[in-house]
């Protein structure tokens, strides 16, 4: 199973990213996915989450609003489209596959740097 | 939302000795439904993406030695290395999957003594 982040890079404040997340190995229609953060040096947080169908979403209160989880069961890819970017959004981004009970965030990418500065 | 805590935040160690890190959750995390406990914990190795060792309070993950168990109820947590091993080095995460928002404790640092 791999997971393959990209579209990081560096955006100024108040500007817009996509973030991808191309999977492959398992049947990806099959599994909900996350997408998780972290701030240099810093702890994990949790952002956002999907079902199998994409018909279905939760958001951290952070970035409710401002980010939008999505899917493209045809193509494999997990998506996060961010806007309203600040600078405390400066991090790597993970996105990771769900358990099939929803039971824990069983593969990890290796991670999409997001700069947000001017 | 939940918030978890964890203690302590960094934890030296001396390899084959015990190491036991804490975890609290404002609410409960118990689920009276199905009887489940939603409390997991991850291992963030130096320079890698996050890797889960515990789900659902105590369910091994798949190649996680036996070393490592997790255990608890409610609102406080354990997760208990038997002996420590030099790859045990990382930060180390709880997390909740109780109710979305999901969220993370702050981690707990374990560095060789």
């Known amino acids: 199973v791999q997971l393959l982040e990209s579209g990081g890079g560096l955006v100024q404040p108040g500007g817009s990213l996509r973030l991808s997340c191309v999977v492959s190995?398992?049947?990806?229609?099959?599994?909900?996915m996350t997408w998780v953060r972290q701030v240099p040096g810093k702890g994990l947080q949790w952002l956002s989450f999907i079902t199998s169908s994409g018909k279905t979403a939760y958001y951290a209160d952070f970035v409710k609003g401002r980010f939008t989880i999505s899917r493209d069961n045809s193509k494999n890819t997990l998506y996060l489209e961010m806007s309203g970017l600040r600078g405390d959004d400066t991090a790597s981004y993970y996105c990771a596959k769900v358990g099939k009970m929803w039971d824990f965030l069983e593969y990890w990418g290796q991670g999409a740097l997001v700069t947000v500065s001017s | 939302d939940f918030v978890m805590t964890q203690t302590p935040l960094s934890l030296p160690v001396t390899p084959g000795e015990p190491a036991s890190i804490s975890c609290r959750s404002s609410q409960s995390l118990f689920d009276s439904e199905d009887g489940n406990t939603y409390l997991d914990w991850y291992l963030q190795k130096p320079g890698q993406s996050p890797q889960v060792l515990i789900y659902t309070l105590s369910y091994r993950a798949a190649g996680v030695p036996d070393r490592f168990s997790g255990s608890g109820s409610g609102t406080n947590f354990t997760l208990k290395i038997s002996r420590v091993e030099a790859e045990d080095v990382g930060v180390y995460y709880c997390?909740?999957?109780?109710?979305?928002?999901?969220?993370f404790g702050p981690g707990t640092k374990v560095d060789i003594k």
């Open positions: 190995g398992v049947t990806f229609s099959d599994y909900a």
């Open positions: 997390m909740q999957r109780m109710e979305f928002p999901w969220t």
